[in-house]
């Protein structure tokens, strides 16, 4: 009966060009039939409950001394780090140093990026982990080469995948489907580098960027509960 309604109502929204509105009715239509997790029962075996849990650390480092000690130990699944500077501040920076920083824990990395070319990022972490400036990649590209193979038995795995500008939480989620199917495993870690040319799902006024940008971050976090991943990402 949900997805029944859920059909009834698209074509309004298809006829405003809102397919973001339409994939959330039949997203939300099947949940209603799928949702078999209804909790959990607070006082029943709280004991069973504690020992799952102190298997799992709840929180991992982000390898930054002072600022894991402000996170109470660092960052948590099913959360998003929103790092904040001008332009030109270093956000891009600060979200590849904490790539490298997971990646160095064993954790799997997708790191998604709507502006920068896929290699120019590669080059970016090329230069992180080798120390080899990227303006001298050329002359020094078998070193980088060799480096990295070197050290990748001990580190996580990183996928680093372009999306175009104002791509949203729902293309994201189809992409991690397809990474899912084809990859076998899930990362750890998701990467937006940028959250102010993210989308949101729905059609939101070009003129209301706080309303634009407070749905996709909220949308963003819906993925890392979903997938139980760590989230991070930036605005100005």
Known sequence: RA???????????????DYGRVENLIRDAISVSLNRDLGIEYFADPLSRLEAQSLVPLRTPTMWTEFDMLLNGGIGRKEILLFSANSGGGKSITLANLAVNMLQQGLNVLYITLELAENLVAQRFDTMFTGIPSVTWQQNYKEIASSLTAIAPNMGKMTIKHMPT?????????????FELKSGYLPDLLIVDYLDIMGAN????????????????????DILFDY??????ASQ
């Open 3 to 17: 997805i029944e309604q859920a059909v009834i109502n698209a074509p309004q929204f298809i006829a405003n060009n």
């Open 166 to 178: 104002g791509t949203n939480a729902n293309q994201i989620r189809a992409y991690l489907k397809e």
């Open 202 to 221: 729905e059609k939101v006024s070009a003129d209301n960027i706080s309303e634009k940008d407070k749905r996709a971050t909220e949308q963003l976090r």
């Open 228 to 233: 139980n991943m760590y989230g991070a990402t």
